[in-house]
């Protein structure tokens, strides 16, 4: 009966359809992966498509519109971020660190006009001399924060620190925990920006590429597809009841034509012999005659003996 119905190949196909909707809700909660998600929610939409039956369509057009959903929201290239990050590493390896030594900045030195008196030629060095004596000092102002001077082995670890601040970032990436990788890359371009000397060319490309990474939602909203899965559960619980209904009817149809037999009633007597079900007969209380013919094996009941005069 399956094989003539061709109830089975439904039955898979309802299944197959509903393991892809499930692999998909997966996808979107576990990695956040809609690209993922579209291609196996596509695929169910192909599988619920080869079914002919009636119902299938309310089934279609809530995958329609959770397919839509999928395609506008926004998408996250982890394995992009990933490499965009370890590409890094080279960049840090080649930073350059500001030498300790001081230099002292050049002096403003003035000259005096041919003709000028003698108070404006005084006055003139003196300008002169406090330009080259402030000029051997660096003047902080008071209302900035004090950076203190790195040792050398603190200079030295400038770079493996940086590093580690750039994986740690990766995998925040991995595992989407958006906020600690937000903090991670601001913690790398302020490391950058506090240590490192700017006007190399590795060092804008370390800035850049921070900025850049750290523009990227790690989060997006996702959008919900167990409408999909409600729409086929629906199908499904229809069409079992919709099976049920054409077995009864192709059985029945099957019997009739002498196909399968009939089921036996229990509640007919057995013949003792053979075992085979009796069919009652209704007999005629009309007298038989010595010339009606006696079919073989029919039982004849004895003629009532007269009582002698």
Do not use: C
């Not at 500001?98 to 002096?107: D, Q, R, V, Y």
């Not at 030629?121 to 402030?134: D, E, G, H, P």
């Not at 490309?205 to 900025?211: A, G, N, R």
């Not at 409408?227 to 199908?235: G, I």
């Amino acid at each position: 009966m399956s094989n003539i119905t061709g109830l089975n190949r439904v039955d898979w196909q309802v299944s197959h359809a509903e393991h892809l909707i499930r692999a998909a809700h997966q996808r979107l909660v576990l990695t956040s992966d809609v690209e993922g998600a579209y291609a196996l929610l596509d695929a169910a939409d192909k599988v619920v498509g080869d079914i002919k039956e009636i119902g299938t369509i309310n089934v279609r057009r809530a995958f329609a519109k959770n397919l839509n959903d999928l395609s506008v929201a926004s998408r996250v290239d982890i394995d992009g971020i990933f490499v965009k990050l370890d590409a890094l590493q080279d960049q840090i390896t080649q930073l350059s660190v500001p030498s300790l030594g001081f230099e002292a900045s050049k002096a403003d030195i003035k000259e005096a006009e041919d003709g000028a008196d003698f108070s404006t030629k005084v006055s003139i060095a003196a300008m002169n001399l406090l330009s080259a004596i402030t000029a051997q000092y660096d003047i902080q102002q008071l209302d900035e924060p004090v950076k203190p001077l790195l040792t050398t082995d603190q200079r030295s670890h400038l770079k493996q620190n940086l590093a580690l601040l750039v994986e740690q970032a990766q995998l925040a990436a991995i595992k989407g925990h958006a906020k600690v990788y937000s903090r991670l890359l601001s913690q790398a371009e302020a490391w950058v920006r506090g240590h490192f000397n700017l006007d190399t060319p590795n060092a804008q490309v370390l800035l850049s590429t921070f900025k850049q990474l750290s523009a990227v939602e790690l989060s997006p909203e996702i959008p919900d597809i167990s409408e999909s899965m409600r729409a086929l559960k629906v199908f499904s619980t229809v069409w079992n009841k919709e099976k049920e209904i054409r077995q009864a009817s192709v059985g029945k149809e099957l019997m009739d034509a002498g196909i399968i037999e009939k089921p036996v009633d229990q509640k007919a007597p057995l013949d003792g012999a053979t075992g085979e079900t009796v069919k009652a007969e209704s007999v005629s209380e009309a007298p038989v005659s010595s010339d009606t013919p006696i079919a073989s094996g029919t039982p004849i009941a004895p003629e009532k003996e007269e009582p002698a005069p």
